[in-house]
């Protein structure tokens, strides 16, 4: 199966390139093709400007989003990995959003969904506690706006949603049960 991860922290000493790390390397032991989009490490530009109106008017794309839409067109599963800040995802995630999976690519005028056969996993991290998430609604909000609209809008399968709470403040112990899901989670991609 083909994975493509799309990565979004400036990091690479955080917990989420642990994430990325573990991730990777679970999925190739199961025999995944895997390639990792680093959007902070390759400085993607996450503005949605004039121009690209223009493109996709035109039913084309900048010279930056092509390569990107042919990983998504050689993916059979996108895997979100980003932490949350402010109750989303960062800035770059979003911009990798609305620049690549555009209309046209991702979506039709009519609202069709144009990656049918496609599945996506979002893997996000919070330094806030799981009790602070579920009583402000970050969960739910996730779930729908990133998780389920972003999959269905784009005609995509959801297979997991995973949340890490408190990563800054637990153990080390309690971060290697954290990865440990992870390579669990690489065993249910299918």
């Excluded at 402010?86 to 800035?91: K, V």
């Amino acid at each position: 199966m083909n994975c493509l991860i799309i990565y979004s922290h400036p990091n690479p000493k955080s917990f989420n390139h642990a994430i990325l790390e573990t991730l990777t390397r679970a999925l190739q032991e199961r025999h995944h093709d895997v390639r990792a989009r680093d959007l902070y490490g390759m400085d993607f530009d996450p503005v949605l400007r004039p121009r690209d109106f223009e493109l996709m008017d035109q039913q084309k794309v900048a010279a930056d989003v092509q390569p990107e839409q042919d990983h998504v067109r050689w993916a059979d599963v996108l895997i979100f990995i980003f932490p949350v800040w402010w109750n989303s995802l960062p800035a770059i995630a979003r911009g990798y959003i609305d620049r690549v999976l555009s209309v046209g690519f991702a979506y039709s005028q009519d609202a069709k969904g144009l990656l049918p056969g496609k599945k996506v996993v979002v893997i996000a991290t919070m330094n806030a506690p799981q009790g602070v998430c579920e009583a402000a609604g970050v969960f739910n909000a996730m779930n729908i706006t990133i998780g389920q609209s972003l999959a269905s809008f784009c005609g995509m399968t959801l297979i997991a949603q995973k949340y890490f709470n408190s990563v800054a403040s637990v153990s080390d112990s309690d971060r290697r049960k954290m990865l440990d899901e992870i390579i669990l989670l690489a065993q249910e991609i299918k």
